[in-house]
């Protein structure tokens, strides 16, 4: 078990490396001889940290797009159709 939550960690942490480095290899060999807990705690911290990011970023397109459909009713060019307008509330 230790070693399956072990390699989903490395696999979540390094998903855009295209290689495995020697600073990889020495975190997985270190984390490996360690408390399966610890491994447990990093990997809860990193999908945290990667789900805030898609949250800000997805706040962040849904702003764009909002701010998009006010200005092109506006101005009244508009080629954007939203068909469900709480799909760009940014606060929902």
């Known amino acids: 078990m230790s070693e399956a939550v072990l390699h989903l960690y490395r696999e979540v942490k390094d998903r855009k490396a295209?290689?495995?480095?020697?600073?990889?290899?020495?975190?997985?060999?270190?984390?490996?001889?360690?408390?399966?807990?610890?491994?447990?705690?990093?990997?809860?911290?990193?999908?945290?940290?990667?789900?805030?990011?898609?949250?800000?970023?997805?706040?962040?397109?849904?702003?764009?797009?909002?701010?998009?459909?006010?200005d092109a009713s506006r101005t009244g060019t508009s080629r954007l159709r939203v068909l469900d307008p709480n799909f760009v509330n940014v606060y929902a």
């Open 18 to 70: 295209f290689k495995i480095t020697d600073t990889m290899e020495k975190e997985y060999t270190k984390l490996s001889q360690g408390n399966p807990m610890v491994v447990v705690s990093y990997l809860r911290t990193h999908l945290r940290c990667l789900i805030a990011n898609y949250e800000d970023k997805e706040m962040e397109l849904r702003a764009t797009l909002k701010m998009a459909v006010e």
